[in-house]
């Protein structure tokens, strides 16, 4: 079955840590995103690719980096200068096609906790 | 810039009762719009879609109409079950294929 792997479930981070999540797409998309969740706040976008070696800031990438050196893969780096890392990440994969219409789909997503 | 505005939650409705979400947007251009669910402790799923003035999409009981005039795009379903109960997720996308979500309604529905 295609869909989005998103891994670990559940990631726990030291203070001054960096953590990688990951996120594995089978269903042939181009684009990829990740999104940051918080209570009440609904989803933010970090950062999005449309073409595997390009990526763009979303409107919260401060503290966070990505790579897309595959167009399978999308991986999201959450680093030390991130100071409220707590959340749950989600990624997501779509289509891309000029017109926006194409819905995107979702892993189960990763929850990350400072311990 | 764009926006999307949804009712805060959470809703609580008894099983079989008739639902309504309300769901605003501010956009240039045509937007697209979707709904989409959150299961607990689990990712979104597309619920239903529509991409031009006056479309309605429709997924398990589950309606909505894209309407240009109110700029709204209202979830509906007629008669709820216990396993509806989720968070509900307003969204539009542009030309860019970004999404836009508005900040969730959770959803309760009691036996």
């Known amino acids: 079955d295609g869909g989005i792997t998103q891994s670990p479930k559940y990631l726990f981070r030291k203070e001054g840590q960096n953590v990688t999540l990951s996120c594995e797409q089978n269903?042939?998309?181009?684009?990829m995103y990740w999104y940051r969740q918080d209570p009440g706040q609904g989803l933010r976008l970090i950062y999005y690719?449309?073409?595997?070696?390009?990526?763009q800031k979303g409107d919260i990438a401060e503290g966070y980096s990505v790579s897309r050196e595959k167009k399978e893969s999308f991986p999201l780096t959450v680093t030390s200068a991130q100071k409220n890392p707590t959340a749950f990440y989600l990624c997501?994969?779509?289509?891309?096609?000029?017109?926006?219409?194409?819905?995107?789909?979702f892993g189960d997503g990763t929850r990350l906790s400072i311990l | 810039g764009n926006s999307v505005t949804q009712m805060e939650g959470p809703v609580t409705l008894s099983e079989e009762a008739f639902l309504t979400i309300n769901c605003t947007y501010t956009a240039t251009g045509y937007p697209s719009l979707f709904w989409y669910v959150q299961y607990p402790g689990e990712g979104l799923q597309l619920l239903l879609k529509?991409?031009?003035?006056?479309d309605k999409g429709s997924n398990k009981g589950f309606e909505a109409t894209y309407r240009k005039e109110t700029t709204s795009f209202h979830l509906e379903k007629g008669s709820v079950q216990v396993s509806d109960s989720a968070v509900y997720f307003c969204a539009l996308s542009g030309a860019t294929n970004k999404l836009i979500f508005g900040t969730g309604t959770l959803l309760a529905v009691q036996p």
């Open positions: 690719s449309q073409i595997v070696n390009d990526f």
């Open positions: 269903l042939n998309h181009d684009a």
């Open positions: 997501a994969s779509s289509i891309v096609r000029g017109s926006g219409n194409q819905p995107q789909h």
């Open positions: 529509a991409t031009k003035a006056d």
